[in-house]
């Protein structure tokens, strides 16, 4: 995976212009998809970024909480992960080198996708999906645009939603 400059505000790369880049997509979405599933498109990685979510780990606790998970996976998606600017590390011992694994606000914005994820996967599963604490409906996610303060319910019939 080659390298890609960082954007201005230091998080990971924008995804890549297909027109630019030659590409015969579809669609800007479906840039946009293969640039975000390249980054986080695999099981492990998931995992790890899902376990990041409720603050930084050491490695040796990473594995604990991702039971199956080989070290040098581990390593290599980490590593992966803060060549993406999704993930930091902190030393906390020079010898040997030990680290600490936190998400940057990059790595923060996937808790969403992360969680409808996990809604579409406990649905397709058979399950009730993401239900609301206080009365117990599942869930329904939506577009929502703050500047016209309102919802858009079907971006893609009415060409409202666009990746720039």
């Given at each position: 995976?080659?390298?890609?400059?960082?954007?201005?505000t230091?998080?990971?790369p924008?995804?890549?212009?297909?027109?630019?880049?030659?590409?015969?997509?579809?669609?800007?979405?479906?840039?946009a998809?293969?640039?975000?599933?390249?980054?986080?498109?695999?099981?492990?990685?998931?995992?790890?970024?899902h376990?990041?979510?409720?603050?930084?780990?050491?490695?040796?606790?990473?594995?604990?909480?991702?039971?199956?998970?080989?070290?040098?996976?581990l390593?290599?998606r980490?590593?992966?992960?803060?060549g993406?600017?999704?993930?930091?590390?902190?030393a906390?011992?020079?010898?040997p080198?030990?680290?600490?694994?936190?998400?940057?606000?990059?790595?923060?914005?996937?808790?969403?996708?992360?969680?409808?994820?996990?809604?579409?996967?406990?649905?397709?599963?058979?399950?009730?999906?993401?239900?609301?604490?206080?009365?117990?409906?599942?869930?329904?996610?939506r577009?929502?645009c703050?500047?016209?303060?309102?919802?858009?319910?079907?971006?893609?019939?009415?060409?409202?939603l666009?990746?720039?």
């Open positions: 995976m080659g390298a890609m400059p960082r954007s201005p230091g998080g990971p924008a995804p890549p212009d297909p027109e630019a880049a030659g590409r015969d997509v579809a669609a800007p979405t479906a840039a998809l293969d640039w975000a599933a390249a980054r986080v498109g695999d099981r492990w990685t998931l995992l790890i970024v376990a990041l979510l409720s603050g930084p780990r050491r490695f040796g606790e990473l594995g604990e909480v991702l039971p199956g998970i080989a070290t040098n996976v390593s290599q980490l590593k992966r992960l803060e993406d600017g999704l993930v930091v590390s902190t906390y011992s020079a010898r080198p030990r680290f600490s694994y936190e998400l940057t606000q990059a790595g923060r914005d996937l808790a969403g996708v992360l969680t409808l994820l996990a809604h579409w996967g406990s649905v397709a599963g058979g399950g009730e999906g993401v239900l609301h604490s206080a009365c117990g409906t599942a869930l329904e996610a577009w929502w703050p500047t016209c303060d309102r919802p858009v319910d079907d971006p893609d019939d009415e060409g409202e666009r990746f720039v």
